[in-house]
């Protein structure tokens, strides 16, 4: 017998429905008595939930803290997912997920925060068992949910006070504060990549160092401040009536108190980030103070790390835009890039002005149609390394289309950009390798591009890349020639076949005699010592004239002979012509 939501819906009781599976199930009678047993003396909330009924039987203290109809219930999660606070919810519902699986333990393990009928939001720790016949099949689960507040305060590795006091420490401080018309700082610091160094030692390094450095940033902190064991590799403070310079001289006191640590006889370096929150200027419900100083944290990290970050509604703002993308683009990828578009600007010669090829270029739509700029979303792709499987797409695409586009200009070339952290991907080679082969499409007829010549910091192996690539025929450039100091300088570290002189470098050219010379005496220095160039940003008549006649430029691009363009739009155009 199993009934569920659809007779609850019809609007029979959830007590009479109880009633009902128990006449017809002598083995839940029995379950109920020992039940009401065991409730009289735990000290938590105990529960059993009947697998193959659906039937969840909940202490009565249970129902009477939380919002809940009865203590005999039908699809519990129905009332209680609801009070769940939102951000744990991914949590509990990951908790179930493999636990009634044949050879798994069954032993379930998760704290999370729920909304009790005062409204209030309190953590609370859930134990379970799943009981299964003598098949295997899992047929029972009980266990007991207990409010945190019967724990122990104390994290056992470190002897700090731990999450569960860092949230009730928040909630007080920031009561007193709006009541005396205070200001103050709730804090986490993260350690930087404690995990890489944890994995790089002994199992015990992680409790040995983790109590050094609690007991190192206590050292440095005023002596009326507590420090909280937070999860992982953080730390909490709350610091009633103080000021953005306070917190910025004790988290300096606490970089140096990390600069270095001892593990028996080997020295290991730490460095530390850190997010801090003002209360009541940025709020005062603790647990949002709390959010905002974890995002100010992840912020912080993720701009260079060894920084704190004062969250600010506008910096949140754009954090949640990185987030919002981020979790775009990985959806995308599962779902073959979808989403993400090849726009194509065409490559002329400069002195016949006829096409000779494209860039591809990578362009990214919402789902609303809205198309968000390189400039903002590159830069999440190469921080995050999804540029890494989003490339394979690219070389993919372009690679697909430039075969295609030689049947209509015979010799049709292809420019793919390509990051560091491309390159450095040992799968690239044979990914551009095996396109090139799948589509049949020589490599003398595509040019990587490399992106961020300028923050190369080991040439050697920039150019062993280069040279497998260059030996299989496919050519390589310099990208963004021009933009630093430094260019005159890359042309010796680095053997590529192509210039790219940047759009800055030519914007403006014929306003000044000293811009065209600098331009022209650039473009034949790369010419003298064998290297095509492609000037970039070429906006009008003028400056390709020069450009092309004077300075003997090979190739031009810009919107003097082409904007970017989707696939269609730049084959209709250019067959036309």
Known sequence: MDLGKDEIDEGKGVDALAEELWEHSEQLKRIKFYFDLQQRTAEGYPFVT??????????????????????????????????????????????????????????????????????????????????????????????????????????PVTGLLNRYAFDQAVRDGVSSAVSKGE???????????????????????????????????????????????????????????????????????????????????????????????????????????????????????????????VFSRESYEEWLRFINLQRAFEESIEKGCKGFKLFYQPQV????????????????????????????????????????PVGRWIVEEAVRTCKKWQEYWPGFQMSINVSLCQLESPALREHVKESLERHGLPAKYLTLELTESQQVSNSQFVNEQFDYFRQMGVKVAMDDFGMGYSSLALLKTFSCDVVKIDKVFVDNVMDSQ?????????????????????????EDKESYEYLAHECGADVIQGFYFGRPEPEMIFQERFRKN
């Open 183 to 309: 200001m103050g700082a709730v804090m986490i610091i993260g350690l930087d990549n404690f995990h890489l160094l944890n994995e790089a030692y002994e199992t015990h390094f992680d409790d040995v160092a983790m109590r050094q450095i609690g007991q190192s940033i206590t050292n440095v902190l005023p002596t009326h401040l507590n420090l909280y064991k937070l999860d992982g590799y953080e730390f909490g403070l709350i610091w009633p009536h103080t000021s953005q310079e306070e917190v910025q001289i004790i988290f300096s006191s606490i970089q140096l108190c990390l600069r270095e640590a001892k593990e028996s006889n080997d020295k290991v370096f730490f460095s530390a980030s850190a997010g801090a929150v003002f209360y009541p200027d940025s709020g005062t419900d603790a647990l949002a103070l709390q959010k905002h100083a974890q995002a100010a944290l992840e912020m912080a990290q993720q701009q260079g790390r060894e920084q704190l970050l």
């Open 349 to 388: 010669d400069a002195i016949t002005q006829e096409l000779i090829g494209a860039e591809a270029l990578l362009r990214w739509q919402e789902d609303d149609g809205h198309v968000i700029s390189p400039l903002v979303f590159i830069p999440i792709l190469e921080r995050t390394r999804l540029i890494i």
């Open 50 to 155: 009947d697998l193959h009924t659906g039937i969840v039987m909940i202490s009565d203290r249970m129902v009477k803290e939380y919002e809940l109809p009865g203590n005999v219930l039908v699809d519990f999660d129905r009332y209680w997912m609801p009070l769940i606070y939102s951000e744990d919810v991914a949590d509990y519902e990951n908790g179930f997920k493999h636990i009634f699986d044949p050879g798994h333990s069954g032993e379930h393990n998760i704290e999370y925060r729920v909304r009790n009928r005062k409204g209030e939001y309190t953590w609370v720790h859930c134990h379970g068992i799943v009981g299964r016949d003598e098949s295997g099949e899992a047929v029972m689960f009980a266990g007991s949910i207990m409010k945190m507040d019967r724990i122990l305060h104390a994290d």
């Open 514 to 538: 000293f811009d065209k010379n600098l331009v022209k005496y650039a473009i034949k220095l790369c010419r003298s010592i064998g290297m095509a160039v492609c000037v970039e940003g070429v």
